[in-house]
Nanobody, 114 residues
């Protein structure tokens, strides 16, 4: 499985960005999602969406971020609004298949200036 993420960049606090991730390969998706890792911190969950379209968000992004998928394209998106400086991190696309095999994208940098 290959995951290709895009959409990161530099934005001012209060602004918005939309991350995209496309998956290629042979798999049956169980869960798609986004994690992030800030400098000096551990990687943390941002949002995931299951095959049954159940969503889970980190408390820190609830009400600001929205995860969505496009099943026909094996794609997952993360709409990020009202960005804060603490959202600055490398964002990683994530896929878990029905056999619990996990795959990660290469990461895309999001920098929020205050």
């Amino acid at each position: 499985v290959q995951l290709q993420a895009s959409g990161g960049g530099l934005v001012q606090a209060g602004g918005s960005l939309r991350l995209s991730c496309s998956a290629a390969g042979s798999f049956v998706v169980s869960t798609l999602g986004w994690y992030r890792q800030a400098p000096g911190k551990q990687r943390e969950l941002v949002a995931i969406i299951t095959r049954g379209e159940t969503t889970i968000y980190a408390d820190s992004v609830k009400g600001r971020f929205t995860i969505s998928t496009e099943n026909t394209a094996n794609a997952v998106y993360l709409q990020m609004n009202s960005l804060k400086s603490e959202d600055t991190a490398v964002y990683y696309c994530y896929l878990e298949d029905v056999y619990s095999v996990e795959s990660w994208g290469q990461g895309t940098q999001v920098t929020v200036s205050s």
